[in-house]
């Protein structure tokens, strides 16, 4: 069965360091998406990305953040200058075409820690 | 605004027990219901859904019913086993492509 993959599963990084995570969302999507999840709290919603641009973001999701779908397999979540705060479980999910199943498909996640 | 809203955590059970777990819900429109759920140290997977009213979601002996009268997406099994020792997430989903929302999460530990 296709699954969304991720990697690395463990990111450990400093205060003000650049970090890409990175996402091979199910081949035949063209929705994407992704979630962070700070330990303990809800899983939230950053931003969607469909046609090659961003359809949605949250307020979560400043100019600190930025995706991109280099080809036509990977979607990267970059954090520019990392803080404390932005530790969290962060999670890549895709989904299918119009008309089809309105699921999203996670993957298994990154953990984000800043030090 | 939409939102989710799930039981307190943890849930904790003895093997072949009864399982309820409460979410409700808040839509402007009209929400598809998911549950996902969250095994240690795993990402979350997909464990069943309803896109419309009185549509009944079923999966690996779980069940929950879409009731639009309530705004409720409750989450059952019959008897519940180790394995099923998870976080539990209720999510909706009110325009096709857009964001999900979800719920806290509700912490299952299950007794031998």
């Known amino acids: 069965e296709p699954e969304v993959t991720q990697t690395p599963s463990h990111q450990v990084t400093q205060m003000g360091q650049e970090v890409i995570l990175r996402c091979v969302p199910i081949?035949?999507?063209?929705?994407f998406y992704w979630y962070r999840q700070i330990l303990g709290q809800k899983v939230e919603f950053l931003v969607s990305?469909?046609?090659?641009?961003?359809?949605?973001k949250s307020e979560i999701f400043d100019d600190q953040f930025s995706v991109e779908r280099p080809d036509g397999s990977n979607f990267t979540l970059k954090i520019r200058s990392t803080k404390l705060e932005d530790s969290a479980m962060y999670f890549c999910?895709?989904?299918?075409?119009?008309?089809?199943?309105?699921?999203?498909?996670f993957g298994p996640g990154t953990r984000l820690t800043v030090l | 605004g939409d939102s989710v809203t799930q039981m307190e955590g943890p849930v904790t059970l003895s093997e072949e027990a009864f399982l309820t777990i409460n979410c409700t819900y808040t839509?402007?429109?009209?929400?598809?219901l998911f549950w996902y759920v969250q095994y240690p140290g795993e990402g979350l997977q997909l464990l069943l859904k309803?896109?419309?009213?009185?549509d009944k979601g079923s999966n690996k002996g779980f069940e929950a019913t879409y009731r639009k009268e309530t705004t409720s997406f409750h989450l059952e099994k019959g008897s519940v086993q180790v394995s099923d020792s998870a976080v539990y997430f209720c999510?909706?989903?009110?325009?096709?492509?857009?964001?999900?929302?979800f719920g806290s999460g509700t912490k299952l530990n299950v007794k031998p």
């Open positions: 999910a895709s989904k299918g075409l119009a008309g089809g199943t309105d699921t999203q498909y």
């Open positions: 081949s035949n999507h063209l929705y």
């Open positions: 990305f469909y046609n090659n641009e961003i359809s949605e």
């Open positions: 839509a402007t429109g009209y929400p598809s």
């Open positions: 309803a896109t419309k009213a009185d």
């Open positions: 999510a909706l989903n009110i325009y096709n492509f857009n964001k999900f929302y």
